[in-house]
């Protein structure tokens, strides 16, 4: 292992999409048995620095491969691809119009029975585009449409946090 391993190699898994948590678990506990600072306590300060940072690569690394979108950000960039998804932001026109209609149905909601069948698109939107960006990566292997899906899955990402945030404040 090398600090700069990237992830997939880190964790000893195969760059694609879909992973098994429970592998992600398991191999991270493995990871952190290996690599946690109080295993090198008797070996001085400096052995327990390395460690250190050895702990804090195998986190980062776990937090984004059980993350599926920093999953997905993560092969795209490992292919070459950028997400680049602060600059590029263009979707295609029936994508938008969903957005904006999702986004006045959130708005004209005023019971909880209303905001939760929004809930219940959202996820079922989010599935299916988790679903695309799944084949469009391990089976198609086109990391430019993965990408573009990427983009969209966080705009569906951001909507739900919108709902869920005005679930909390229905009180549910």
Same mark, same amino acid.
């Given at each position: 292992?090398?600090?700069?391993?990237?992830?997939?190699?880190?964790?000893?898994?195969?760059?694609? =999409?879909?992973? $098994?948590?429970?592998?992600?678990?398991?191999?991270?506990? +493995?990871?952190?048995?290996? /690599?946690?600072?109080?295993?090198? !306590?008797?070996?001085?300060?400096?052995?327990?620095?390395? +460690?250190?940072?050895?702990?804090? #690569? /195998?986190? $980062?690394?776990?937090?984004?491969?059980?993350?599926?979108?920093?999953?997905?950000?993560?092969?795209?960039?490992?292919?070459?691809?950028?997400?680049?998804?602060?600059?590029?932001?263009?979707?295609?026109?029936? =994508?938008?119009?969903?957005?904006? @209609?999702? #986004? @006045?149905? &959130?708005?004209?909601? #005023?019971?909880? $029975?209303? /905001?939760? +069948?929004? !809930?219940?698109? /959202?996820?079922?939107?989010?599935? +299916?585009?988790?679903?695309? &960006?799944?084949?469009?990566?391990? $089976? *198609? *292997?086109?990391?430019?449409?993965?990408?573009?899906?990427?983009?969209?899955?966080?705009?569906?990402? #951001?909507? *739900? !946090?919108?709902?869920?945030?005005?679930? @909390?404040?229905? *009180?549910?």
């Amino acid at each position: 292992m090398k600090l700069d391993d990237d992830d997939f190699v880190l964790f000893g898994l195969p760059r694609r =999409f879909a992973q $098994e948590r429970a592998t992600l678990d398991a191999r991270w506990r +493995a990871l952190q048995a290996e /690599v946690h600072p109080d295993r090198f !306590a008797a070996e001085g300060a400096a052995a327990q620095r390395v +460690a250190m940072q050895w702990a804090v #690569r /195998v986190n $980062e690394a776990y937090r984004r491969l059980k993350d599926p979108l920093a999953r997905a950000a993560t092969l795209c960039e490992l292919a070459g691809q950028r997400v680049d998804a602060e600059n590029n932001t263009a979707m295609p026109p029936a =994508f938008l119009m969903q957005q904006m @209609e999702w #986004r @006045e149905a &959130l708005d004209a909601a #005023r019971g909880v $029975e209303q /905001v939760e +069948a929004l !809930a219940e698109q /959202v996820a079922e939107q989010r599935a +299916a585009a988790l679903e695309r &960006l799944r084949v469009l990566i391990d $089976e *198609g *292997g086109d990391m430019a449409a993965a990408a573009q899906q990427l983009r969209a899955l966080m705009f569906i990402e #951001r909507f *739900g !946090a919108d709902v869920e945030r005005r679930l @909390e404040a229905l *009180g549910q």
